[in-house]
């Protein structure tokens, strides 16, 4: 590395490693003055085949086309040989695409499962590779290590986290980890809920939500929403096992349901979303111990607000300067500005113009944020103005049935 190259900006780099891979054929275009490529965008949500109270309106994985100038999305295909993919991921070179199925009867031991696609860079078209167990019931979240050769899963209901083995063609192979969380109950509330708050979460045992790792890859972090942890572990990139962090997990607040996380672009900042009393914890990260150092919690509503509400999504704009949250119930979509020391300040709460919103991502160009409405059958556009933060809604809404999950590609010319 050179001298001149700050350890800043050399994080910075590797943070956006995944983004510049994402949008190379657009950047390549655009020196080039070429006609730009096409944008695809795959939604997964809720089939019919889901546990009770999961069940949804949903048809498998649908693929859409952005207009980069408007945001909207115009229906390609719809891959129905899948149930329930909740959450879906593509791999870094967008040739595979990993999606989950929030089932739990792929196997006799009650598991949910995951699905390997290969990807036609050109078009989006799927074509399934393989399904194996994702190593526990009803699984939530899944992400791919940055080395590429692992699939890491939480499984919400089976309450453990799994590593799946990703061969040279995508496809997946069995577990070479599955660990199983466990702790004292907690309770179905927190103390420092919203006035008014009536909505729980399951506190009943361990319930992995998210797993992914800091920016660096050396550290893998899981949010258990029903063991109110964070817990760290490192991964063993030629044995496939997890092994804990010096500290194996962090202390939240009980009953506040840890579920989604996202970091700053230096890895040092990490944001956590509590669903359940609907906070953002802010915390100082050590990506040498993976030691995590809480020094903010703040609400993703504002003081008017009262009644039932759960955070369901966070981002962090490319930028840096802005954190997006969604909140289930209450329809809303939080706006913050970061502070020099990372720290929050809740600039404003947007109506979602639609029901349970969900997952929320940008698209490859940073202008556009979306929403997926759960309740709502839909998809809502909104535009970003990046100095202020702003999303200022389309106008746009996309039917899809009980979506649940994004993922964006720049197709190849």
């Known amino acids: 590395m050179s001298q001149s190259l700050s350890r800043r900006q050399f994080a910075l780099g590797l943070a956006g490693l995944g983004a510049a891979t994402a949008l190379s054929p657009l950047r390549s275009a655009r020196a080039q003055n070429e006609p730009l490529p096409r944008v695809l ?17 949903g048809k498998g994985i649908a693929v859409f086309e952005m207009d980069r100038d408007t945001g909207f999305l115009t229906p390609v295909a719809t891959f129905m040989d899948i149930p329930s993919p909740s959450f879906i991921t593509l791999s870094r070179n967008r040739k595979f695409l990993y999606a989950l199925s929030e089932i739990n009867d792929y196997d ?30 009803v699984p939530a979240h899944l992400s791919v290590h940055p080395s590429g050769k692992y699939l890491l899963v939480a499984n919400y209901v089976g309450g453990s986290v799994a590593v799946l083995p990703i061969r040279k063609d995508g496809s997946l192979g069995k577990a070479t980890d599955v660990v199983h969380n466990s702790g004292p ?62 500290k194996p997990f962090y202390e939240m607040e009980p009953g506040s349901a840890p579920r ?18 609907s906070k953002v914890v802010v915390s100082k990260f050590d990506p040498q111990t993976g030691e995590i150092t809480q020094i903010q919690s703040v609400s993703t509503v504002t003081s008017h607000f009262r009644g039932s509400t759960l955070a369901a999504e966070i981002l962090i704009a490319e930028s840096g300067r802005f954190v997006y949250v969604s909140n289930r119930l209450g329809d809303s979509l939080a706006v913050f500005s970061v ?15 639609a029901d349970y919103g969900r997952a929320m991502m940008f698209d490859p160009t940073g202008s556009f944020l979306f929403c997926a409405n ?4 839909s998809v809502t556009a909104f535009r970003v103005d990046r100095e202020t933060g702003k999303p200022v809604f389309t106008n746009h809404f996309t039917a899809v049935g009980s979506p649940t999950t994004f993922a964006f590609m720049v197709a190849d010319s």
Not at 374 to 377: A, E, I, L, P
């Open 108 to 137: 006799k031991a009650g598991s949910g499962s995951v699905t390997a696609f290969s990807v036609d860079t050109r078009n989006g078209t799927l074509a399934k590779i393989n399904t194996v167990s994702s190593g526990g019931a």
């Open 374 to 377: 759960q309740r709502s059958d």
């Open 339 to 353: 502070g020099i020391d990372g720290t929050l300040t809740l600039e404003d709460e947007v109506w979602m113009h």
């Open 260 to 277: 989604h996380f996202v970091f700053d672009h230096t890895g040092r900042v990490l944001y956590n979303l509590c669903e359940q009393n």
């Open 185 to 246: 109950k907690q309770p179905e509330r927190a103390a420092d809920n919203p006035e008014g708050n009536f909505a729980i979460s399951d506190h009943s045992g361990a319930h992995p939500h998210m797993v992914a790792t800091d920016p660096s890859g050396t550290f893998v972090l899981v949010d258990d929403a029903g063991l109110d942890r964070v817990y760290v572990w490192k991964l063993d990139l030629k044995t496939g096992k997890l092994i804990p962090a010096k």
């Open 41 to 57: 965008c795959f939604v997964g949500g809720y089939t019919e085949h889901a546990p009770p109270g999961g069940a949804g309106n």
